[in-house]
């Protein structure tokens, strides 16, 4: 890249950064969970995401947003476990940046939430230099994707705070070698924390849903202490 | 996207789009035919090329480049086909530009092939605007990633010259649903000519084969009419 794009590339993420702290800020103040979905193109995101509203809504007040190049496919879809969806429609841009969620959620009362999804645009690479002001970045792959995506898409997973490995329920029909693909998501990224799941067959989803439970808890935990030691 | 990005960026991309003209010059004066291989991650690029490679060099001359952000594997994967292979790496970038290929084939000489493979970083969006002075540009979808992604991900399908379905050894396993996916190809791209192949199970690489040898012929017939024309 010429030595000009990448000096304003720099200032528009500079700007980016800062909206997206101004956003968690935000977020934290309303006591609501941010999770940031990313995967590659059909790695399972929006199957995941409707199944886990749905088990989430009847005790968690959850809303999503989904951005595609096109299409409203994704944001119907996710509408039918019964959750506030929105759209976001990117045109030709390959990830989401902190200036479309908050836009699309402009109308939202955070304070009404607990959990606010966002599902990326499939793309394994470039949503990882855009911060949305979320708590929780997950990265999903898929098993029919291969052993060593981890190792050759490096940027995501360097910025994911936990890797999920979604349709478990096809990893013998693909010969997928669950050691190897572990040992590279080890070591691309020692230490991250992995689930695996199928959305499909429900493989999984209790790990999965028990997580994100625990992480919202901590969240409203140490707000609590913080607002606590404040008093 | 700022205007001033924007700007940039159509700086770079006017002087990709030339070098990628001068490149699609000497490609053709050397008599070689170029095929751009583009999809998301995982969808079976490396496997289908492989095949690819071995299938046609009996008979035919073939060397191959391949982008990735990191690790060598698939240059090693490609390099079983007993074909020259170079790996382009590209850092953190999202696609392959002109100017890597131009420097990754600059030791071979190119009147010594007929056919050169460029297998690009796996994404569905970031490579359909960056041409490599390719002849052919091939999209892979696979049926593991569901029946919508040429709707949802329209600028690459746009630009490619045609579009194959992969993994149908899958296709049940998966739910597939073969019609409703042909219809959204048909409908992002009308008339845009596609194959269905399992590069694993070998299913429709005879059609596959043909469909790039009676490209080439066609190539190759033309500058000869051009010479003869010119003589």
């Not at 599902?119 to 060593?148: H, I, K, M, Q, Y």
Request: charged residues 25%.
């Amino acid at each position: 890249m010429s030595p000009r794009i990448v000096q304003v590339r720099e200032r528009i993420l500079k700007h980016n950064d800062e909206l997206a702290r101004g956003m968690r800020r935000d977020f934290a103040a309303a006591g609501v969970f941010v999770v940031n979905l990313v995967s590659g193109p059909g790695a399972g995101k929006t199957e995941l995401l409707t199944r886990t509203l749905s088990a989430l809504l009847p005790d968690y007040r959850c809303a999503a947003v989904v951005g595609d190049l096109a299409t409203e496919n994704d944001a119907r879809r996710l509408a039918t476990s019964g959750a506030p969806v929105k759209q976001i429609l990117t045109g030709t841009m390959c990830h989401l940046e902190a200036d479309m969620v908050r836009q699309a959620i402009a109308g939202w009362d955070l304070a009404e939430l607990d959990f606010l999804f966002i599902e990326n645009v499939g793309n394994l690479v470039c949503p990882s230099s855009w911060d949305l002001g979320e708590d929780l970045r997950v990265l999903l792959f898929a098993v029919t994707e291969g052993e060593d995506k981890p190792l050759k898409y490096p940027t995501l997973i360097h910025t994911a705070d936990i890797v999920v490995v979604n349709k478990m329920d096809l990893a013998a029909a693909v010969g997928f070698d669950l050691e190897a693909a572990m040992n590279n998501i080890q070591a691309a990224r020692p230490g991250v924390e992995t689930l695996r799941v199928s959305a499909r067959s429900g493989m999984g989803l209790e790990q999965w849903l028990a997580y994100l439970k625990h992480r919202f808890a901590e969240k409203r935990d140490s707000a609590a202490q913080l607002s606590t030691a404040g008093a």
